[in-house]
């Protein structure tokens, strides 16, 4: 039976000491228990051989915590099995972890000798594509590697792309940003009232332009109804009419936006996917300041395009690690915490659901002596780049620590 609820470590030991009170099991397992199952499971997931194919695609990103490291994360997914199923949309259940990699100093020059690395432990065989957002450090390491194997095809995250369309054009608008500082001074001003629920969405202090929809869909739902609303309602909500003009610009912006984002989740890019994009954005009203805007997306699925050799297509979005971070997020609880042994789980929680046969293979495969050696040298990596065994026996290389 697959596993599909998600509860604390501690949780998961009191639930299991139930059974056990009740005679049903024969022991129960502590809350560390349960950990060093998690980290198991992730450890075999990471260093489990991978299937040596050249259409993997490679899904590179950072996550950032509290204390002195940052983790690159590596997840793969093979293209050929996106196309057979005809949904390139990914969950984590698509993705294969190939890098887990702590890193306390990260730029373009070692991020390149990660992916190397990577590389050298999974057959030699260089991806079809990588992926990845437009932090430098990663942006310059990916160029690199994409460089030093020229089949590679480098391109960076189409969403955060979307989004740096939005702030080069709404970060020197000065309605924007009395709209939104409005926005938030009106949530602070109903949120503990009895008209909270007029409040609008919360703001993002980081990432802000990924999220201009929900603003600007909130706005616009608020508009669309605004004859229904009580007189007192409307009282609150008057302040919104002097944004009508500017929010049917915004909202233009929003669906374009959103045109482009579904259509690289759901259909991928190829050689000239620039057209088909084209048809579909001329389906919606603009202005001619929103036909600017479309017209510079169009350009950038051109530009990516042109990367993609013909009859060959490829995803366009690490959206799925950001999803696999927010897991990640929801394992360490209680907010960002130093990173330590649980990263780990970022490579549990992805691929395929824990089967019994899953769970037979790794509680086989490793033990709580090769986790923490693991662990002992991600965290302190020789500075020598002598191969040292895993757990079955093989070679790998110390710093990246994967498959």
């Known amino acids: 039976m697959l596993s599909i609820a998600c509860v604390s470590f501690t949780a998961a030991a009191n639930v299991i000491e139930i059974f056990h009170s009740q005679d049903k099991i024969e022991r129960a397992p502590s809350p560390e228990t349960c950990i060093q199952w998690e980290l198991k499971i992730g450890l075999y997931k990471l260093t489990r051989p991978k299937v040596a194919a050249d259409d993997w695609i490679w899904l590179l990103d950072h996550f950032v915590s509290k204390g002195g490291y940052k983790c690159l994360a590596v997840m793969g997914v093979r293209m050929s099995t996106l196309l057979e199923r005809g949904d390139l949309t990914l969950c984590c259940e698509d993705l294969e972890p190939f890098g887990i990699v702590p890193m306390r100093k990260s730029n373009g020059e070692l991020m390149e000798a990660e992916l190397e690395n990577i590389l050298a432990a999974n057959h030699g065989i260089p991806p079809l594509a990588i992926i990845k957002d437009q932090g430098s450090d990663v942006r310059c390491g990916g160029r690199a590697f994409s460089e030093a194997h020229p089949g590679v095809i480098d391109v960076d995250d189409i969403p955060h792309r979307i989004a740096r369309l939005y702030e080069h054009l709404l970060h020197a608008d000065a309605s924007w940003k009395n709209f939104i500082g409005t926005c938030a001074s009106f949530k602070k001003g109903v949120q503990l009232t009895e008209y909270a629920l007029l409040a609008p969405p919360n703001q993002r202090a980081k990432a802000r332009y990924h999220n201009v929809d929900t603003l600007v869909d909130w706005a616009t739902k608020q508009l669309f109804s605004f004859e229904k609303l009580s007189s007192m309602m409307k009282t609150k909500l008057g302040w919104l009419k002097e944004y009508q003009a500017e929010l049917e610009y915004w909202q233009q912006l929003v669906d374009i936006g959103r045109i482009g984002r579904d259509f690289v989740r759901t259909e991928g890019l190829w050689f000239d996917c620039c057209n088909l994009l084209e048809d579909r954005l ?87 002596r090769d986790v923490s050696e693991w662990l002992q040298q991600a965290f302190n990596p020789p500075t020598h780049h002598a191969p040292c065994k895993n757990f079955n026996g093989r070679n790998m290389e110390s710093s990246s620590l994967v498959a």
């Open 282 to 368: 001329l389906k919606i009203n603009m202005e001619t300041k929103a036909e600017r805007f479309a017209c510079n997306l169009i350009d950038i699925f051109e530009e990516v395009g042109n990367k993609i050799p013909l009859g060959k297509k490829i995803i366009g979005s690490t959206e799925s690690i950001e999803s696999l971070f927010g897991k990640y997020k929801g394992v360490v609880a209680r907010g960002p915490q130093p990173m330590g042994r649980l990263i780990l789980s970022m490579a549990s929680r992805v691929g395929e659901r824990p089967t019994e046969l899953l769970v037979q293979h790794a509680f086989e495969s490793v033990r709580e």
